[in-house]
């Protein structure tokens, strides 16, 4: 565990890595409300390419999904739409993305959710060597193999990347 030794949160996340056996080291940081990934990478000194952010998005009829994608880059919905053949697809209110995966806004992670979602991730995450993903609560990240996705998600790969360095 990265900084000073504090009892970690009992989440649905680091339960379901803990019980499926996942090497993983906790990193904790002082969560900054809408500071994002930003904050995180500053905080942590980690490259917030190799940070995953975790959305919760919904289809054109309102089924809602994740999306992986790297801290310093944008999903385009119009190519996930097209990707996952849907009409359209757009992020859910904070609200409703709460209810959808359990998590705050801010510490959702694609582990132990509410609701079962399909996952889609940004395919050039499984090329970095370790990730970093949120742990199910603010200010607690997890740095794992991407392959764990692969495995315990069962994630579709997609490539919907509009921009690096936003």
Known sequence: MSGKAKKLPSTPALRLLRAKGVDFEVHRYAYVERGGTAASSAAL???AHRIIKTLIFEDSDGSPL???MHGDCSVSAKDLAR??????????????????SGYQVGGTSPF??????PVYAEISIFELE?????GGARGVLVEIDPQ???DLLGVVEVSVT???GS
């Open 45 to 47: 000194g980690i490259d």
């Open 66 to 68: 994740v999306i992986l």
């Open 83 to 100: 990707q996952i053949g849907t009409k359209a697809v757009r992020p859910c209110d904070p609200a409703v993305a709460q209810r959808h």
């Open 112 to 117: 132990g959710t509410r609701k079962a979602m």
């Open 130 to 134: 370790r990730i970093v993903i949120n």
């Open 148 to 150: 764990v996705l692969r």
């Open 162 to 164: 509009t921009a690096r």
